[in-house]
């Protein structure tokens, strides 16, 4: 059996430089490719995973709720944070579901606890039942608690490389791992796009990668890099695409000629 | 230790007998009482649960979610009953969070599993978690997967019920419950207010116990009381309160004088 676990880039789905504004158009495109993927590939297992863009960066840096709660105030952020995530999240999963897509929205607060800012444990029951009910778990960025420090903030990226791993371990499927932005690919230091990454290639590639320009509090292009880069090396391949182009992630999903960055073992 | 399980009745929250209508006047009087609770009795941990009324009532019986699924209508049926139970979620977490209170919203999908419409596994990790973090956990009747027939529905009640069990066994809390809905109580067959029922007494109020007027798909009042009755024999109390009333939520979390009806054990 096939896995692609999808992310949706907060920076696609959402304007990311104007808080809490949505791109529901491009949602809509995006669902309509799923329902396409779906229909092309019945045997096709999906999860769906969406960034928070301009819906939780913006609380997350306010009450800097990466970096745990201790007073009221921030326990509060850390639960307003929850809660801005969930609105996108809602957003999102109508429209997939009137597009037709069986998605259930299910919060990583419930899955993971972290300790220093670091994964610490993690239940994906709730997801492995669903994707066996024959549904789409929609997972997101999202708050977790943290033995140490309270609370802290678990990636959509670093959600989808663990329900990765997760589903490899089982050794029932084939997985592979789209991460749809508002960029083309990783870029080399003149802006042009690499189309492929390999741990060969990866020392040159380094340098070139800073910061995404907008708020993310979450780490930007280099750590999703290393972090795909890590998973790659168990064999499952990643690609970093546009998902402003369209059909882009109908042709990474199905294993057609893409533009983006393929990040691979060898 | 002291946990209150508060249950915000469907048919308080929001009107019942128009779809996808919310009373957020009442949520935000609730919201008021609960926080003053809270000033009162800082020591005192809470759960809030609240139930779908007319957000996830009317779609649950369109698709027929508490019977099952198998066709990919159905499927979709029981991610939309998700979406919409969801959705009144979230408005009654926001007007919780705007009056300063931590609740964070933990979808029941993600903690039971059901087998033929009775719960077969439950993991509430993440509600002791939050409580344990001095959060409030917000959770709401919602579709859960079942085992023998795809999915159905866990309600408010049976799920409140569970979790103050499971509170219960690990000895640490001193645990009440309070359903506040719309209604002043359970009424005998003149319809006046019952204000005790016990195992002795049951018998009697049985025979007027019959179901609410509105659509509710999970069994009415007298299914409620049995399951109050079954927790109170262990030693929790638990009232059945009208919430339309001012104070009378503060009344009987705090212990005080309160108008409704008094499950107990003798």
Known sequence: MELALIKLGGSLITDKDKPYTARPEVMQRLARE????????????????NGAG???HQSAKKYNTIEGFISPYEKLGFCLVHQDVLDLNLLLAKILLQTGLPVVSLPPLTMAIAKNKKLLESNFSSV???LAADLIPLVFGDVVLDKAIGGTILSTDTLLAELAKYFLFQNKYKIILINAG??????????KVISLITKSN???????LGL???????GGMKKKVEEFLAISSLGIDCWIIDGNISDNLVQAVLGKPTSGTLIREF
């Not at 799923?34 to 995973?49: A, D, E, S, V």
């Open 54 to 56: 301009s819906f939780g």
């Open 182 to 191: 508002d960029y083309p690919g990783v870029r080399d230091r003149n802006g």
């Open 34 to 49: 799923i329902n396409y993927i779906r229909n092309q590939n019945p045997n096709l297992k999906l999860i769906i995973g």
């Open 212 to 218: 995404s320009h907008s708020v993310d509090v979450t």
């Open 128 to 130: 492995e039942n669903s």
């Open 202 to 208: 990866y020392s040159e590639v380094e340098a070139a």
